[in-house]
C-alpha cells in the first residue's frame, strides 16, 4: 500500500464547477500537508500548506485536512479554465529521520472546460 | 525572494552516456535540496536529499550519484545512462520550515 494514495482522474469539469481533489494516507505520523499545482512540462508549484487537522482558505482554494480518517482535501471554487493542471497531494513526516522528506500521491488531472 | 534554477531545460542523450544536470539556488542559505523523478503519468520519486555541503542521502539504489560542491548547489550525474533513466528531473529546495520549492525541470531522454 503507497503511503499517499490519490485518485489520477482524469476529472473534467465546467467553468464555475467547485471541484473537489482527495487524498488518502496511511502513516499517523504525518503532520504536514500541502498541495501542488503542476502545469504540464512545468515543475510544481505550491499551493496550500497545511498543519495537522483543520481548514485553510486562500481565495478560491480550500485545503481540508482530517487526521481522524486520514484524508486530505482541496477544494477549488468557480474553477477557472487557468486551474487546468495536475494537483499533487503531499505530506510529510516532521522530524526524526523522515524530516525534510514528502510523500506524494500520483496526482490528478483536472480540465475546466469552458 | 528566492529562486531556483535548473540546466539544462531539455536534454537527449544515449544509452552509455554521462550525465550532469546542476541545480542552484539564490536567495537562501543553507537549505536543504532534494532531486526528484517524475515518470509519466506517475507521482514524484524522491531520488537524493542533502542537508548540507557533501553531505547526500540516497533514497533508491540506482545508476545515479548526487553531489553538493557548495551550499547552494546540487548536481545529479551519471556515468552511464540507461534507457530507464528517462523522465523528468526536479530540483527542490526547503528552508526552517517544512514547504518545498520546485525549479523548472530537466526532461531527459535516453535515446
Known amino acids: 500500500q503507497k503511503e499517499v494514495e490519490q485518485d489520477p482522474g482524469p476529472l473534467s469539469v465546467p467553468e464555475g464547477a467547485i471541484v473537489s481533489l482527495n487524498c488518502t494516507y496511511s502513516?499517523?505520523?504525518?503532520?504536514?500537508f500541502m498541495w501542488y499545482r503542476q502545469y504540464s512540462r512545468k515543475g510544481p508549484e505550491l499551493l496550500m500548506y497545511t498543519y495537522s487537522s483543520g481548514n485553510k482558505e486562500d481565495g478560491r482554494f480550500t485545503a481540508q485536512v482530517d487526521k481522524s480518517s486520514k484524508y486530505i482535501s482541496l477544494f477549488i471554487r468557480d474553477s477557472q479554465p487557468s486551474d487546468s493542471a495536475t494537483y499533487l497531494c503531499a505530506s510529510e513526516n516532521a522530524g526524526g529521520t523522515s524530516y525534510g522528506k514528502l510523500t506524494f500521491g500520483q496526482g490528478t488531472i483536472l480540465t475546466v472546460h469552458p | 525572494s528566492q529562486t531556483i534554477h535548473q540546466w539544462p531545460a531539455t536534454l537527449v542523450q544515449p544509452v552509455g552516456s554521462p550525465l550532469s544536470l546542476e541545480c542552484t539556488v539564490e536567495g537562501t542559505s543553507n537549505p536543504n535540496l532534494y532531486w526528484y523523478r517524475q515518470a509519466a503519468g506517475r507521482g514524484l520519486q524522491l531520488l537524493f536529499y542533502s542537508v548540507g555541503i557533501g553531505q547526500i542521502s540516497s533514497e533508491v539504489p540506482q545508476n545515479l550519484s548526487a553531489s553538493r560542491p557548495q551550499d547552494r548547489q546540487f548536481i545529479l550525474s551519471s556515468k552511464k545512462l540507461l534507457l530507464s533513466d528517462s523522465g523528468f528531473y526536479l530540483c527542490?529546495?526547503?528552508?526552517?520550515?517544512?514547504?518545498?520549492?520546485f525549479g523548472p525541470g530537466t526532461r531527459l531522454t535516453v535515446t
Open positions: 527542490a529546495w526547503s528552508g526552517y520550515s517544512y514547504e518545498q520549492y
Open positions: 502513516n499517523s505520523a504525518f503532520q504536514y
